[in-house]
């Protein structure tokens, strides 16, 4: 699953203990400034806790453990620049990013659920 900014791994496995964890990846090159990391983590951090009691509960249904990586996926830049986007705009689009891509976990762990 992917967005413009952020890429996520979902890895699903059957447990007795359904739940979440959640892992981030935010390399220097992508991010050289380290404010620039941190906010990257924060956001995906601040849109996963929002919506992990969705996400347990999906997963608790399908009876599945669900572990997310969530990595940027390219510069924080604007392509062919070397300029950064506005602060309000990066992190408009980060969130709206990260919450699609937690929106998008939950809905395939109730696919998983319909299924089984």
Known sequence: MQT?????TAYWRASDQP???LGLTVSKRMARR???RALVKRIAREAFRGLADDIERAAAVAGM???LSVRLKR???LPGS???PSLVVLRGELRAGAD??????ITRLKRIAADA
Not at 4 to 8: M, Q, V
Not at 100 to 105: D, G, R
Request: hydrophobic share 55%; net charge neutral; glycine share 8%.
């Open 4 to 8: 413009p900014w952020l890429a996520l």
């Open 19 to 21: 739940g979440a964890r």
């Open 34 to 36: 380290a404010v620039d």
């Open 65 to 67: 453990k669900a572990d």
């Open 75 to 77: 510069p924080l830049g």
């Open 82 to 84: 070397r300029e950064r």
């Open 100 to 105: 699609e891509l937690m929106a998008a976990v």
